[in-house]
T-cell receptor, first 114, second 113 residues
Framework: AQSVTQPDIHITVSEGASLELRCNYSYGATPYLFWYVQSPGQGLQLLLKYFSGDTLVQGIKGFEAEFKRSQSSFNLRKPSVHWSDAAEYFCAVGNNNAGNMLTFGGGTRLMVKP | SQTIHQWPATLVQPVGSPLSLECTVEGTSNPNLYWYRQAAGRGLQLLFYSVGIGQISSEVPQNLSASRPQDRQFILSSKKLLLSDSGFYLC????????????FGSGTRLTVV
């Protein structure tokens, strides 16, 4: 069965600092990997995805993520955080052989200090 | 383009009252549909999913039920709400393959009092 772990429940960074949110997955083959962002009281918005090709993927809002098969990781990064990036971030893993189901991590809440 | 609508945005219901949350998708056909719940400070819990009209799979036994009366309509219901049903309910749709992930609605905040 596939699973996702986001080890950091809360992260606080200063505005302008770099950011890395960790995501580790468990799945035998190459999975479909996603990062979503959720602002308070809102639905989830897709930031970026990976399922093949270049292992460094670019997303919206200046985010990027790198797929590392050897580490079973798909960490989200941003070089300079803006106050508007404060939100909850969810990593998800899926595969087309499991009913097209996505499994979500528990989420990481990002707070940005001025 | 495809859009997903979810309503109402907020709902306050007394314990023991019925519930009906509706989700509709536009601009696509035969979507996979999903209901998730977020309790306060918690992650996403998959409640139900559907791959076609009348086809509902339940992930968690509870006093909620789901129905799909039309291709692009997904309804979450309860006959009698419990306090523990409070939370943020999200509807999502996906295509037959995962290339595009899921698209989520804007959610319904349900408070059972």
């Amino acid at each position: 069965a596939q699973s996702v772990t986001q080890p950091d429940i809360h992260i606080t960074v200063s505005e302008g600092a770099s950011l890395e949110l960790r995501c580790n997955y468990s799945y035998g083959a190459t999975p479909y990997l996603f990062w979503y962002v959720q602002s308070p009281g809102q639905g989830l918005q897709l930031l970026l995805k990976y399922f093949s090709g270049d292992t460094l993927v670019q997303g919206i809002k200046g985010f990027e993520a790198e797929f590392k098969r050897s580490q079973s990781s798909f960490n989200l990064r941003k070089p300079s955080v803006h106050w508007s990036d404060a939100a909850e971030y969810f990593c998800a893993v899926g595969n087309n052989n499991a009913g097209n189901m996505l499994t979500f991590g528990g989420g990481t809440r990002l707070m940005v200090k001025p | 383009s495809q859009t997903i609508h979810q309503w109402p945005a907020t709902l306050v219901q007394p314990v023991g009252s019925p519930l009906s949350l509706e989700c509709t998708v536009e601009g696509t056909s035969n979507p996979n549909l999903y209901w998730y719940r977020q309790a306060a400070g918690r992650g996403l819990q998959l409640l139900f999913y559907s791959v076609g009209i009348g086809q509902i799979s339940s992930e968690v036994p509870q006093n909620l039920s789901a129905s799909r009366p039309q291709d692009r309509q997904f309804i979450l219901s309860s006959k009698k709400l419990l306090l523990s049903d409070s939370g943020f309910y999200l509807c999502a749709w996906g295509q037959g393959r995962l290339n595009y992930g899921y698209t989520f609605g804007s959610g319904t905040r349900l408070t059972v009092v």
